[in-house]
């Protein structure tokens, strides 16, 4: 099910597979001790900064429209700033060649969120560092990238140039991603080209979406250097390309606690696309979402929400990947794979449905081995009808967002999973 872009990569990766989860793991320890090279410290600060750095009337007036939420505000004063840098302020003057934002999940990484978005604010700016708790990606697009095509408008060529090579960086895990790429998504559906392409600094657990895209598995051990060589690889590395799929559930209305990958859907179309024979409930709700790595239905799922439930509630637990990995592991031995019955008919024994979009899973794994190209087959779209039986849940997981899925044994619960129309673009760390 991966984008064109995504398999041209891949079929460089499954030649060295053979050894499964073994090699996944050495593979993850071998990545984060590779950046403790000193590469990342012959990479000069202030060059860096000459290649990335936005005019600073420019930072002033995104950071302004996004903390009023207004996307004219500040607007005046920029213009009569870049006028006076214009006339020998040297930033304006030199315009960079890949403007940059990035950002921060200051939750993952354990101890080392908060201190990544310090060293990426004396790396860059504070203005073009942007902390997920304060600032959501929705808000940059709606203001932020609002305020420079505003200016552009007026006739800014400075922010103009800024726009159209303006580059993203996001430092979390596979979710955090998601969410970023969702959200810039949103500018194809407006039709407000060119989307920034993104790269990646993996801060997770699994970080497969940053494996299958060259940007390593895991968060290096000397990460102040490993960070420079990660923002010059952004600047000029070439762009690829990712399929995403859009899921609709239906299902009887019922009070599920969504993730922040699923929303809510209003005047949806029953019948639409869905061959439903069966009698419809009389309140039906329908929820919408887009992943990018997976979405699976089971144990895997089920040991998911076993760990986002602990960590929500004894965030002291899950202080960075290794004892991440550790909670995992102990999950999927009390309600994985050696304790979860199984949905069992003659011949078959399921445990978890994976859509998986990629061939890196639950951390650098590879479930498709290597097969031979008959066996591979692209999908436009998948259907499911799930009905309650022995169980009346059932756990689902969109990019390692968990959640408990309600199943009744009268009603049937729909999900539909189809290919997006467009591909996120994604910055190669190759």
Same mark, same amino acid.
């Given at each position: 099910?991966?984008?064109?872009?995504?398999?041209?990569?891949?079929?460089?990766?499954?030649?060295?597979?053979?050894?499964?989860?073994? =090699?996944?793991?050495?593979?993850?320890?071998?990545?984060?001790?590779?950046?403790?090279?000193?590469? %990342?410290?012959?990479?000069?600060?202030?060059?860096?900064?000459?290649? /990335?750095?936005?005019?600073?009337?420019?930072?002033?007036?995104?950071?302004?429209? *996004?903390?009023?939420?207004? !996307?004219?505000?500040?607007?005046?004063?920029?213009?009569?700033?870049?006028?006076?840098?214009?006339?020998?302020?040297?930033?304006?003057?030199?315009?960079?060649?890949?403007?940059?934002?990035?950002? =921060?999940?200051?939750?993952?990484?354990?101890?080392?969120?908060?201190? &990544?978005?310090?060293?990426?604010?004396?790396?860059?700016?504070?203005?073009?560092?942007?902390?997920?708790?304060?600032?959501?990606?929705?808000?940059?697009?709606?203001?932020?990238?609002?305020?420079?095509?505003?200016?552009?408008?007026?006739? #800014?060529?400075?922010?103009?140039?800024?726009?159209?090579?303006?580059?993203?960086?996001?430092?979390?895990? #596979?979710?955090?991603?998601?969410?970023?790429?969702?959200?810039?998504?949103?500018?194809? +559906?407006?039709?407000?080209?060119?989307?920034?392409?993104?790269?990646?600094?993996?801060?997770?657990?699994?970080?497969?979406?940053?494996?299958?895209? $060259?940007?390593?598995?895991?968060?290096?051990?000397?990460?102040?250097?490993?960070?420079?060589?990660?923002?010059?690889?952004?600047?000029?590395?070439?762009?690829?390309?990712?399929?995403?799929? @859009?899921?609709? *559930?239906?299902?009887?209305?019922?009070?599920?606690?969504?993730?922040?990958?699923?929303?809510? &859907?209003?005047?949806? #179309?029953?019948?639409?696309?869905?061959? *439903?024979?069966?009698?419809?409930?009389?309140?039906?709700?329908?929820?919408?979402?887009?992943?990018?790595?997976?979405?699976?239905?089971?144990?895997?799922?089920?040991?998911?929400?076993?760990?986002? @439930?602990?960590?929500?509630?004894?965030?002291?637990? !899950?202080? %960075?990947?290794?004892?991440?990995?550790?909670?995992?592991?102990?999950? %999927?031995?009390?309600? $994985?794979?050696?304790?979860?019955?199984? =949905?069992?008919?003659?011949?078959?024994?399921?445990? !978890?449905?994976?859509?998986?979009? &990629?061939?890196?899973?639950?951390?650098?794994?590879?479930?498709?081995?290597?097969?031979?190209?008959?066996?591979?087959?692209?999908?436009?779209?998948?259907?499911?009808? &799930?009905?309650? %039986?022995?169980?009346?849940?059932?756990?689902?997981?969109? #990019?390692?967002?968990?959640?408990?899925?309600? *199943?009744?044994?009268?009603?049937?619960?729909? +999900?539909?999973?189809?290919? +997006?129309?467009?591909?996120?673009?994604? /910055?190669?760390?190759?």
């Amino acid at each position: 099910m991966a984008g064109e872009g995504v398999k041209s990569e891949m079929s460089n990766s499954r030649a060295g597979a053979g050894e499964g989860g073994t =090699v996944a793991a050495r593979s993850s320890v071998w990545e984060s001790i590779r950046g403790c090279g000193i590469s %990342g410290m012959r990479i000069d600060k202030e060059e860096l900064r000459r290649r /990335i750095l936005m005019p600073a009337y420019l930072r002033s007036a995104m950071a302004s429209a *996004i903390r009023a939420q207004d !996307a004219n505000a500040g607007a005046e004063a920029a213009m009569k700033d870049g006028a006076k840098g214009r006339g020998g302020g040297p930033e304006v003057d030199e315009m960079p060649e890949a403007p940059m934002v990035v950002f =921060v999940n200051s939750r993952s990484g354990g101890r080392h969120g908060p201190q &990544l978005k310090l060293r990426l604010q004396e790396l860059i700016s504070e203005e073009q560092v942007f902390d997920l708790s304060v600032t959501q990606p929705p808000q940059f697009v709606r203001y932020g990238l609002t305020c420079l095509e505003n200016l552009a408008n007026l006739g #800014d060529d400075c922010a103009k140039a800024v726009r159209e090579n303006l580059r993203v960086m996001v430092a979390g895990g #596979d979710g955090t991603v998601g969410w970023v790429l969702g959200s810039l998504g949103e500018l194809f +559906v407006q039709k407000r080209e060119p989307v920034p392409p993104t790269g990646i600094i993996p801060l997770g657990t699994g970080n497969d979406l940053s494996r299958s895209f $060259g940007w390593g598995g895991s968060f290096p051990f000397a990460w102040r250097s490993a960070v420079k060589r990660s923002l010059l690889k952004a600047v000029s590395n070439p762009v690829q390309h990712l399929d995403s799929w @859009h899921v609709t *559930i239906m299902m009887q209305e019922t009070g599920l606690d969504l993730p922040y990958s699923l929303k809510p &859907l209003q005047d949806y #179309d029953l019948t639409q696309d869905v061959d *439903i024979q069966r009698e419809l409930p009389e309140s039906v709700s329908c929820f919408g979402g887009v992943f990018y790595n997976y979405l699976s239905i089971g144990m895997d799922a089920q040991v998911a929400y076993g760990f986002h @439930h602990l960590r929500n509630k004894k965030p002291y637990l !899950a202080q %960075g990947p290794i004892s991440n990995k550790l909670i995992y592991a102990g999950y %999927g031995c009390t309600q $994985g794979w050696f304790f979860t019955p199984c =949905v069992k008919t003659p011949g078959l024994s399921v445990r !978890a449905i994976v859509l998986l979009n &990629l061939d890196s899973y639950g951390g650098g794994r590879h479930p498709w081995g290597r097969p031979m190209p008959e066996y591979l087959e692209k999908a436009a779209a998948v259907k499911l009808e &799930l009905r309650g %039986g022995q169980w009346n849940k059932a756990y689902m997981q969109m #990019d390692g967002e968990p959640w408990k899925q309600s *199943i009744e044994r009268e009603y049937s619960t729909f +999900v539909k999973i189809e290919r +997006v129309a467009f591909q996120s673009r994604m /910055i190669s760390g190759k």
